[in-house]
């Protein structure tokens, strides 16, 4: 098979798991939405995903069009520097139990989650491929460091902090978060062995 016939199968692929990660979101939004723990650690993620698929999916096709150039309407994205941080901000709000509440009675925050996530996702993954290891080790760790307290703070809360949520579900999202944080620079590391390795060894 050669390179131009791999990347529209490419596209195609991403394109897929960008609709089914939406698709999960969306349609078992009632499922995913009845626990504090599955709201915040599975659908906002999926949501976010749906994005960043969606983005890799439309990156693959530009280069198999032959215009993989980075666009001129991304040129403020320096670094991917801006991109990353509000996509910090926008998960730092979703840790705000009161964030999760609205999103539940407020079709303003509602419409906010299931367009803003997803545009956050396509930000991210935008954004990731124009910043170096650095730039990425730095947001990451910030993530992780304010997922891990977040997270202990949820435990360590003798109140509930959501109106729609129980103690117990608040507990376990506590500690998810902190999984969160100890997973995700894993498999981070993982996947950029080798730019760190090359970066170290200038």
Same mark, same amino acid.
């Given at each position: ?55 890799? @999916? ?33 998960? @730092? ?5 009161? &964030? ?63 109106? &729609? ?38």
């Amino acid at each position: 098979m050669s390179t131009s016939e791999r990347k529209p199968a490419g596209s195609m692929a991403w394109g897929i798991a960008a609709l089914a990660c939406l698709g999960v979101a969306v349609g078992l939004h009632a499922r995913l939405t009845a626990l504090m723990s599955l709201h915040m650690l599975v659908q906002i993620p999926l949501l976010v995903l749906a994005g960043l698929c969606a983005e890799q @999916a439309w990156h693959a096709r530009r280069l198999a069009a032959g215009s993989a150039r980075p666009s001129a309407a991304w040129s403020y994205n320096e670094y991917g520097i801006p991109g990353l941080l509000l996509v910090s901000l926008v998960g @730092a709000g979703w840790m705000i139990p009161k &964030a999760l509440d609205d999103a539940l009675t407020d079709w303003r925050v509602a419409a906010f989650k299931y367009l803003g996530l997803p545009f956050c996702g396509w930000l991210l993954r935008a954004s990731l491929r124009r910043s170096n290891v650095v730039i990425k080790l730095f947001f990451l760790g910030n993530f992780c460091w304010m997922s891990a307290i977040v997270g202990m703070i949820y435990l360590d809360q003798p109140i509930r902090l959501c109106n &729609a949520y129980l103690q117990d579900d608040q507990d376990w999202s506590g500690r998810g978060l902190i999984a969160l944080a100890i997973v995700l620079p894993s498999c981070w590391l993982l996947v950029e062995l080798k730019p760190i390795w090359r970066f170290l060894n200038r």
